[in-house]
């Protein structure tokens, strides 16, 4: 089975640090994505990545950053957490042609 | 312009009761279409997708969804629910590449009494 692993299930962050979440696959997948999810806006893309070093930006990029370093590892970075950042975040990968798998999320609380 | 339409914010049903959630999406190409279900506080599990061939398709935990061309739907279905599957349901729409990247419906939350 494709395991997606986010490190933290919860973290709470005080407004103006840097947040890391991090996430690890270990099915080999192309294809990396972070998502966050709110009440009634369903799921929204934040960044993905097909490629190691590489990123692109989803529909809501502004505000947070990615590094691939890995192909097994996608990490978010929100360089100055605000309270407006709160949300629970997930990660998921796919390789080609396959469905998403996510991880169980993580929930950012920046106070 | 692709999007996923869940019309029922929440539904509930008695144990026992057949289920039907509502998914109804716009998308320009040959849409990929997937129901994923999520419990509280874990990630998005998925119970079925659809590429081509039968538009009748059969997922985990006894679920099924029925893609319809003609009205842009792709309902999901169980005979008979179980109060493990009160949770809450995405339908997500991707394109030909193989969903690499989806786009998410709002979600719908199931209740499931006794």
């Known amino acids: 089975d494709v395991k997606v692993t986010q490190s933290s299930r919860y973290l709470v962050k005080r407004t103006g640090e840097k947040v890391f979440l991090e996430c690890v696959q270990d099915m080999d997948h192309e294809n990396m994505f972070w998502y966050r999810q709110d009440p009634g806006l369903g799921l929204r893309l934040i960044y993905f990545s097909y490629d190691v070093k590489m990123k692109e930006k989803g529909d809501i990029p502004e505000g947070y950053s990615v590094s691939r370093e890995k192909k097994e590892r996608f990490s978010l970075i929100l360089e100055s957490a605000s309270t407006n950042q709160t949300s629970m975040y997930l990660c998921?990968?796919?390789?080609?042609?396959?469905?998403?798998?996510f991880g169980n999320g993580t929930r950012l609380t920046v106070t | 312009a692709q999007s996923v339409t869940q019309p029922d914010i929440h539904i509930t049903v008695s144990e026992g009761a057949s289920l039907e959630l509502r998914c109804n999406y716009s998308?320009?190409?040959?849409?990929?279409l997937f129901w994923y279900v999520q419990s509280p506080g874990q990630g998005l599990q998925l119970l079925l997708k659809y590429f081509s061939g039968d538009t009748l398709v059969q997922g985990i935990k006894g679920f099924e969804a029925e893609f319809k061309r003609s009205q842009s739907s792709f309902n999901l279905r169980k005979p008979s629910v179980h109060w493990s599957d009160a949770a809450e349901y995405f339908c997500a729409v991707g394109d030909q590449t193989g969903a690499n990247n989806l786009f998410f419906g709002t979600g719908t939350r199931l209740t499931v009494i006794p």
């Open positions: 998308y320009g190409a040959t849409p990929y």
């Open positions: 998921a990968s796919n390789g080609v042609n396959s469905p998403l798998h």
